[in-house]
Every structure is written in structure tokens, then in C-alpha cells.
């Protein structure tokens, strides 16, 4: 198999990981959400900190504001989006949360100084409309879940900007050990104040599930960068949007509607605009 069709094969099982991640995170049920955070992360900051270990890196890192900016935006946009994920359909969910590579467009021209291409313009456009047919915005209370669900994809976007900078400075390890870290420390006092709840076999197999899927996802990812440029790619890490619609409606029955599914088709078409304008030399 050629280097490039083993890069789109790693990425297709990456969002297949993810999807599976996010599921699993639905079926903890009532579980706290900074419960699943700390199972999310614990498997991560293990495997990353065994990794620096063997390669005899430096646990403290370089640039360690950056590292810290980085943890903080991860942190709060996986809470959001945990949180989102047991309130609305999973395919609402996982389609919101996806629009971070739109915002990354707008955060890396403002704080990068990164250009932003001629069609990448008309493709933000058509994944605005997009979430506007999936939300339908009521303007009442009904709307706060998906609008969690956004913003998640807001600091998401605002963790990949700052991981942007930081491959100047810090190995991808080190990132990973400081956010998942970062994470399992914050989620620690939480839980002892009230935010856990003992969980029953299944609930604890889907806690070990969010870790075991989002771990093997990261590095699934990493290894499909090896193989094949991040522009050739990222059209396929929106598999994570139909894994996660075929998941939904055979687990949970949650069959998208007309809007969600025009809303979902709004923001594909996007994120092959975005896609196609990435691809071009000339803006």
C-alpha cells in the first residue's frame, strides 16, 4: 500500500475512534462529566509521559505558557463538548464540535498572522448556515446544548491555534503530557467534592472506553501525518461525522431530521471548500 492511501486509511480509523469515543461518553449516562474527563485523560498522560520517559525528554518543556494556554483551551472545550454529548443527538453534537478547523481558520489570521485564502471565505460562510439548520435557534432555553456544543468547537479551535505555535518549541509528547495531566489534575478536586459517582460494570467499561478510543485516536492521527501531508487529510477526519450519524441511529434511534441532515451537508460542503482552497498554491 502507498504511503498516502496508508495516511487516509490512519485517518479513517482515527475518526472511527473518535466516534466511538464519543459514544462511549454518552453511554456513561449520569456519570459527572468531569468524571469522564479525568478516565478521557488519565490513559493519555500515561502513554505520553512513558513515551518522554524512554526518550529521555524533558517532562517541564519549553515553552511552558504556551503549554499551559494550550491545556486550559483543551481542557474547558472537552468539558463542553462531554457535556453537550448528553444533551443533544450524538450526530448534532459530533457535527458542532467539528467546526473548530473553521474557527482555526479565523484565530490563525488574527493571533498567527496567517492568511486566509479566498475560498476558505465562502466555505466559514456555508458551516455557519450549517449550524444555523442544525440549532434552529428558538432563543430560549432549548438552544443552550447546542450552543455548549459550538463552543466547544470554539476552544478546541483556540487549543489547536496555540498547538500551532508551539510545534516551534515543544515535541508533540510533551503537548499531549501537559494537557492530559493538566486535565486528570483539574478533574481531581472535582471529584472529590461531589463529581464522581461510583460507576456500574457497563459505565465503568464505557469510562475505559473514552480513554482507550480518544488515546488511540491521537496516535492513529500522528501516525496517519507521518504518511501523508495534514492538507491531504483533513477532508477524512469528517468520517467522525458519519460514523457518529450511523452510531446514533442504531444505538440511541437517533435518526437526524431534514434540517440536521441539510445542516450536516452545509457544513461537509464547507469542509471541502476549505479543503479545496488548502489544496491550491494560488490564492
Given at each position: ?5 496508508k495516511?487516509?486509511?490512519?485517518m479513517i480509523l ?16 449520569e ?40 491545556s486550559i483551551?483543551?481542557?474547558?472545550g ?5 457535556y ?60 443552550l ?9 470554539f ?7 496555540t ?35 461510583w ?40 468520517g467522525k ?17 431534514q ?8 457544513i ?16
Amino acid at each position: 500500500m502507498k504511503d498516502h492511501n496508508k495516511g487516509i486509511l490512519l485517518m479513517i480509523l482515527a475518526s472511527l475512534c473518535f466516534a466511538l469515543m464519543a459514544s462511549a461518553v454518552k453511554y456513561t449516562g449520569e456519570i459527572p462529566t468531569m468524571q469522564i474527563v479525568f478516565f478521557r485523560n488519565l490513559i493519555g498522560m500515561l502513554i505520553s509521559g512513558y513515551m518522554i520517559y524512554r526518550t529521555g525528554g524533558n517532562f517541564k518543556g519549553k515553552n511552558r505558557g504556551g503549554l499551559i494556554f494550550r491545556s486550559i483551551f483543551g481542557l474547558t472545550g472537552v468539558f463542553l463538548y462531554f457535556y453537550a454529548l448528553g444533551e443533544i443527538p450524538l450526530s448534532d453534537a459530533v457535527v458542532l464540535n467539528q467546526m473548530s478547523p473553521f474557527f482555526v481558520v479565523i484565530l490563525s489570521a488574527w493571533f498567527l498572522k496567517e492568511p486566509i485564502k479566498k475560498l476558505q471565505i465562502p466555505a466559514v460562510f456555508l458551516a455557519m448556515l450549517g449550524v444555523i439548520f442544525i440549532i434552529r435557534p428558538e432563543f430560549n432555553a432549548t438552544i443552550l446544548p447546542s450552543l455548549i456544543a459550538l463552543m466547544s468547537a470554539f476552544f478546541a479551535a483556540a487549543a489547536y491555534t496555540t498547538i500551532r505555535h508551539l510545534r516551534l518549541t515543544d515535541k508533540p509528547q510533551v503537548i499531549i503530557f501537559y494537557f492530559t495531566a493538566f486535565s486528570v489534575l483539574v478533574a481531581i478536586p472535582f471529584m472529590a467534592l461531589g463529581q464522581f459517582q461510583w460507576p456500574t460494570p457497563l459505565q465503568f467499561l464505557s469510562l475505559l472506553g473514552v480513554g482507550v478510543f480518544a488515546t488511540g485516536a491521537q496516535f492513529l492521527m500522528t501516525y496517519a501525518y507521518r504518511y501523508a501531508q495534514a492538507g491531504d487529510l483533513s477532508i477524512y477526519s469528517y468520517g467522525k461525522t458519519v460514523f457518529s450519524t450511523l452510531i446514533g441511529a442504531v444505538i440511541w434511534l437517533e435518526i437526524p431530521d431534514q434540517y440536521s441532515l441539510i445542516g450536516i451537508l452545509f457544513i461537509l460542503t464547507g469542509a471541502y471548500v476549505n479543503y479545496y482552497a488548502s489544496k491550491k498554491k494560488v490564492e
